[in-house]
Each structure stands twice: as C-alpha cells, then as structure tokens.
C-alpha cells in the first residue's frame, strides 16, 4: 500500500502509522496523498455549510479545523437526516492496559457531538479478541479485563446511556451480531484479507478472520436490543488507519444487501514526539492518559512535547516559530475550542512573539481542565453505570431525538 | 493426503471421501492405508477385553465388528474410567435439509451406548455455522433450521437429557465457547489450516477458520453449565474423515495446556451404491433416511442395493455371493446384533445357499425394525423435550453415573 517517492513511502494501516522518509528524515504524514491512495473524500466547506444549515449547529471544533477531515458518504448521512430518516454511530477501539490517552478520546469526543446534535444511537466495540487474536504475549482474561476498564473511561466522556451500547466482543458474541460474522466472512476471500491487511501463510487464522468481526457492528440487526429486525444505516467514526476494514465491510455490504455503512476519518493525534507518528499506549512518555495528574500533564508537555520553537528564545524573537510540527499547537487545535483565540496564538508564535515556554503553558492549562472533567466524571462511574451501557438485555432508544439541552447550547448566537 | 498408488490414490478428508481408483475401477476404501497415513492406531482385541472387563459389559457390535476400527489415545480413556476419573463425551454433525439417514446415526448409536455404560455427559455440536460457509447457495436461515430438525431426529435416539446438551453453533456461540474458538484460531497458522484442510486462497476466510469451531467443543470449560469451570477429558467418536479436525485440534490441545481430546474412529456408512463411497444427504437414492416409510425401505434395498450376488441364481448357487462388496450384508454387519445370526447369513451367502433375494429380505427387515424404533420416538419429540437438551441454563449431570438398568440388560450372562 506505501507509494514509491523518494526513500520510503508513507505506511497507513491499522498496525503501522508512519510518514515516509526522504534522504533519511521522517515526514509528517501527507493526508492528501492518502486520501488519494485509500480512495476516501474530503470533507469541504460546502460540506461543513450543509450540515451547519440542517443542524442549525456549528460544525464541531474537530470538523472546523480539518481535524476530521475525510469521508465515504458522508453526504448520504446528511440525506437521511434531512429526510427525517434514521441511522446510528459506529466505534470502537482496540483496548489496551492502563488508561486511555487523549489521542484515544478524538473519535469518541466527536461521538459524542454527533450524538448530541443529532440524536443518533451509538454503539461502541471493545475489540478485546482482536488484541489478545494479534498479541502473542497477552492473557484473554487481561484483554477482556482491558476492555472493562477501558469501558469505564468512554463512560466518562458524557455519552447518554440510554443511547449508547458499549460492548466486548468475549462478552457479545452471540446469536445475532454471530450470525452477521459468518455472513461477512463467508465474503471474504483469503486473498482478500490477506492483501487488504498485509498478512501471510504463518499469521494466524484468527488474524484473517477478524475483520468479519469489526465489520459486524456496521449492520444494524446485530443489535436487537437496540434497533430490532430494523435495516438502519450506520455511520463510522475512526481514524483514518481504519478505513481498510471499511472500504472490506462496504463491498461486503453491498453482497448482503445490507446498507454500506458511511465513514468520516479523523487525522492522526500527534505523539508529543512529534510528527510522522501516532500515540502508542505502550509508551508512556509518548502521550498524555486520562488518569495523569496536573503535574504529570505539566512535565510530559515541557519535556517532551515536540517543540516548533528556535534553538534560542533570540532566534525565535527573529523567526518565530512552526505551529505545524509544534505538538503543543497542534494539541491546542484539538482542544483550544475558541477559534479566535488559536488563531492569535497562531500569529503570535509564528511571529516570535510568543514563547514556545509560553505555548506549552497555555497547552498545559488546556489539557489540565480538559482532563480533570474526565477524571471528574470518571471518578463517578459505578458498577451500576456499567451495567446501563453494556448489558445487552437494557433496550436502548434508537429514535432520533437529540439531547435538546446541548443542543441549545450549541446553537450558533 | 492421497497416495500414489495404481491411478489415483484414495481421498478422505471432510468433503471427499473416495477409494483408489486402480486400471479405472474404484476400489473400497483401504482403512489400513488409511490409518497409516493418518497416524491413527487400530482398535484391538486386548483394548476391546480390557474394555468389556472394566465395564463389565460386552463391547457394542459396532466394536466387535471392527466398525469403529481406529482410535488415539482410547487408552487413556480406559485409564481414566479406570481410576475412577470423570471424562465426556463429544460428537457432532453438519446439519442437512430433510431427515437424517441411517449412515449418519453410527456415531449417535455409539454415542449413547457409551452413555449408558460409562454414564458419561455428552454434547452435540450442530455446524449450522459451518454449513452455511462452505455452501454458496445455503441460507444463514436455512442452515439453522436444518440443525433444528436434525436435533430432534438425534432426540429420538434415546439420549438421557439430563446428561446431553445438543446445541446449534449459531445459537450456542458466546461467552466461554467463543473464548476459545478465539483462543484455538489464534493457534493455528493460516498455512496450518490450509494445508490440513487443502484450501486455496479463493477460499473465505470463514472456511480457514472454522476449525477453531469444530475444535472448541473438546475443551470442558466451553460448557460451564455442564461442567462449571472443571477441565475434563474428551472422547471424540466421529467417523474416520473427522480426523484431520482433530489432529490439529490434539496439536492445539497441548499448546494451550488442554487435555488432548481422545478420538475413536468409525468407517465409512456404505452408500446404497456401493463401496468406495460414502452415503450423501443431498443424493436420496443413496441412503435409507429415518423418515422413509416401510415401503420405501424395502423399495431401496431391493432397487439400489448393491449386490454382492452372482448375475443368476444358477451361477449364485454355484459360486456364492461376496459379503464384502454386498451393500445388504454390510448393513447387517451395522444393525444385526445377534453375532451368531450374523456369521450363519455370512456363511449361507458366500456358500450361494442363501440368494441375494432372502440377504435382501432379512435387511430390510432388520432396517424397517430399526427405523420403525426411532420413528416411534421421534413422535413423541416436543418442544419441551427440545428445550430440555438444547437449552444452555439447563444445567446437566456431568457425574459419571451410569443409566443402570440399561447396563443391566447388556451385561454378559
């Protein structure tokens, strides 16, 4: 899948996320090129018009800077709403031990807005097959423990339970979303997976199965309990790293006579060590987790967050400084919500005339807050509330009636 | 797996089972060759009076006719029962439209004695999954609805429910079953499974996996209704072209740290056609099914058993028949259990004293009477009795008590 330019093209899947590398020096990732590559669309600002005129909401902060950025019919969504037709939210995550990091909430922050404004139902898959399927070292009871725990942070991230199903695969594998399994993998050759992920003849078969498993939850009748025998589309959000498994479940979709499901591909969440690469839960000084204390947050940022800053505060004075391999910035227009207010730190350390010093401490102040409400809300999260998201024998309601409170709050002055 | 020998070597494998074919004539299957090449062991006399001596018991007709031939590791069975130790038992069968046939009861005949001797549990796994992948025109539905018939034609071979749970693949999958397919799936290679099964990469990737399927059910704690979180040692009886399953699933077994399932292996059910061949579901002329009436029955016999017979009754008077080749005799050889009745009819028919007409006619007789048996119960199956063995919350009897009056009846005078 990596093109040929210069030393090494660019690698995007789902195990692997590196720039390419040219005379020996690793690039930032080319999204453009990407997107051409996978074959997805970007996402315009006619686009953007279109959904702020049909919500009369705002785009969120994450569409508004290009930060979800790509998508497969994304258009047809907006048709369905429009018409007054239903359909749902698709994620998930592979979970993994430890707490999440910030990187790790992007799909689900946006999730959330999605469910807000337009009162979809959201489904949420914990892959803990998938880990211990592609980990060799790791215990099923710790990957399935992964998920619970996991689990307990999406909680925090605001989701209303009585919209929202989030599940292990250990846990819900069974008649209806099994059923959609066989069906995905008896339409999907070998060769198939074997070329869409890059595996070969000593990979296990678990590993060239699992994409029936990640594909399932995109077709609505896995869910009784949620939608019934309803056909309801669905729409994926995810980094764009997913969409092979994607692009796989929409030509799957189309020989079942299911509907494809839709896509919108968020960017890649920086590492603090700067571009080219993703945040890697297993290295913990490469990103900030949900459960850091304020001074944690504070010394992983003035240490380690890749500065876009001159070698001298003389220099940057002079030159100024790069707010595209900044992390700090590039943090801040993740979660900086004033717009106004990142464009003048924009100019500002472009110009020189803000400090990097002074970029990490207002990224500090940001990610502080923007993690101390997780914790707080994380730190309410009881076996009562777990039950309400995951146990598949509670209903769910898949009408789509949005939050209204949040959504008046949105609502453009 | 073939041999070179003559023209072609012979096939046994899940999907194809067929003789040697020597100067264009298709030969009977050679079990010897065959558990050569498979690395199985025969069953001898000293297991089979080592066997009789700890039951106290007889051994079935289908052991003392050398049906079931083949085992590995049956010792360690005896060894077990031997001390005083528990094991279950396990079995299985791809489900089909209509009724079973009479080919497909040997291992669920055997099954049940073993029950009422050892008094051990049982469980029956229907690949409704399993047909549904490897048939391009079969619906999901229709695979499910086959496993449902064919659960109550098992039904009324005289399992104890409270000893035997019979579950479809598509219904049971979940929780501690879906563990370890998952676990199973992640030990086997893709080469592995290929190379076992004679895949290719057109193949889906549903059919490379379905080994971790059919293995899961050799491990106790898939059933913890059953057996709670014990890990018990299995009996496998399957006819012999199951074998490759459970060689990888033995090689998995130690892996994972599970006991290796222990297999006792039967031959092939002749077609009605002839040897070289097994019966199939889908040709109806081929098999006596459990549903055929008494007219049918003798309709079959008399039209499509092949015979073993001379072209006249003058040249058969003379020469005799041959009891190997004759289809007739070979079912007596499953369902006559008088030993003594059995070798005076070999004798007569070898002889020429009996004629191919009266051989025909005693089979039938002795095929309608057990027909007749099952049909009787088969009347009686309701949808209670179906939920006492299907149903998964039920909890069963895992305690090596034997059915004693059973026992009673086949104990040596």
């Avoid at 705002?58 to 497969?72: A, D, K, N, Q, T």
């Avoid at 876009?308 to 002079?318: I, K, M, N, P, S």
Wanted: net charge neutral.
């Amino acid at each position: 899948m990596a093109e040929q330019t210069g030393n090494t093209g660019q690698t995007v899947n789902p195990w692997k996320v590196q720039g390419e590398i040219v005379d020996g020096k690793l690039q930032a990732i080319d999204y453009n090129k990407l997107v051409d590559q996978f074959g997805t669309r970007l996402i315009d600002q006619p686009m953007l018009d279109r959904l702020e005129k049909l919500t009369g909401v705002r785009p969120h902060v994450f569409l508004r800077r290009g930060l979800f950025f790509s998508h497969r019919e994304f258009n047809k969504i907006l048709d369905l709403y429009e018409k007054g037709k239903p359909f749902y939210l698709y994620t998930g995550r592979g979970p993994s031990s430890g707490s999440m990091h910030v990187g790790h909430m992007i799909p689900f922050l946006f999730c959330k807005w999605l469910q807000d404004v337009f009162g979809a139902a959201l489904v949420i898959q914990l892959t803990d097959d998938e880990k211990f399927i592609f980990n060799p070292d790791l215990k099923i009871d710790d990957a399935h423990k992964f998920a619970i725990e996991n689990a307990k942070d999406i909680m925090s991230f605001g989701f209303d339970p009585k919209k929202t199903f989030i599940f292990s695969d250990l846990d819900y594998m069974s008649g209806p979303f099994y059923k959609n399994v066989i069906k995905v993998a008896k339409s999907i050759t070998t060769n198939q997976s074997r070329a869409t992920f890059g595996f070969n003849d000593s990979d296990n078969i678990g590993k060239l199965h699992f994409v029936s498993v990640q594909a399932s939850p995109s077709f609505s009748n896995s869910f009784p309990h949620i939608f019934g025998t309803a056909n309801i589309p669905c729409l994926v959000p995810c980094a764009i790293d997913q969409d092979p498994y994607f692009r796989l479940t929409r030509e799957v979709a189309q020989k079942l006579k299911y509907h494809k499901p839709s896509l919108i591909h968020a960017k890649f969440f920086p590492a603090l060590q700067g571009p080219g690469t993703k945040m890697s839960a297993s290295i913990t000084t490469s990103a900030i987790f949900i459960n850091d204390t304020p001074n944690q947050i504070k010394n992983k940022i003035n240490k380690y967050a890749f500065s876009g800053g001159q070698d001298t505060a003389e220099l940057h004075r002079l030159h100024g400084g790069n707010c595209e391999v900044d992390v700090s910035f590039q943090y801040l227009k993740f979660f900086l919500e004033d717009d106004e207010e990142l464009a003048l730190i924009e100019k500002q350390y472009s110009s020189g005339e803000m400090s990097t010093g002074q970029l990490k401490q207002k990224c500090i102040a940001v990610v502080q807050e923007l993690v101390k409400g997780i914790q707080e809300i994380r730190a309410t999260v009881t076996d009562e509330l777990v039950d309400q998201f995951m146990n598949p024998t509670i209903p769910k309601d898949a009408s789509m009636k949005p939050c209204v409170p949040q959504v008046q709050e949105l609502k453009i002055e």
